[in-house]
């Protein structure tokens, strides 16, 4: 089914992701999962944040978001991070009790790139268990460690714990 992309204006991930997820169940008329994602930075406040895709301007480039980081971030010492994910699940569109899952990947920002695997801002962001970027992680251990691989586990663990599916 194709499913046209929904708008993301609200300043929080939930919000984000549960607009996503009652969109596509509206124009689909089925449950629908969707997440919003993002970096989220402590010497910026946050940032980028919701705005991670588009951190470095129109049109969406990961090199530009990359880049405008490390410009952000030049004078500053602490570069602790994490991704974030919002992961929301809802059984029909006007569904009164979404089912919300959150999950998240610490790490800091490194001053240069490391690795060809990944994308967004992973050759920038070190894991702080294994010492490698995102970028440098085989796929299948970054989706077992990432933001997104935390909040889906959670997921699933609500859906069994109330037998939705």
Known sequence: MNISEAAEPHC??????????????????LPALADDSGLCV?????????????????????????????????????RRAYYYCSLVLVRRHDDPQPLIAEGIWTGEILENPRGSHGFGYDPLFLDDKTGKTGAE????IKNHISHRGHALRKMLLLIEKLNII
Not at 43 to 72: C, I, Q, T, W
Not at 137 to 140: D, F, G, R
């Open 137 to 140: 992680l085989e796929p299948e």
């Open 12 to 29: 929080t991930f939930i919000e984000n992701a549960l607009a996503k997820a009652r969109h596509a169940s509206s124009l689909s008329q």
């Open 42 to 78: 402590e010497a910026l406040e946050g940032a980028p944040g919701v705005h991670s895709a588009y951190f470095g301007g129109e049109p969406r480039s990961d090199v530009k978001n990359n880049a405008h980081l490390l410009e952000m971030l030049k004078s500053k010492e602490n």
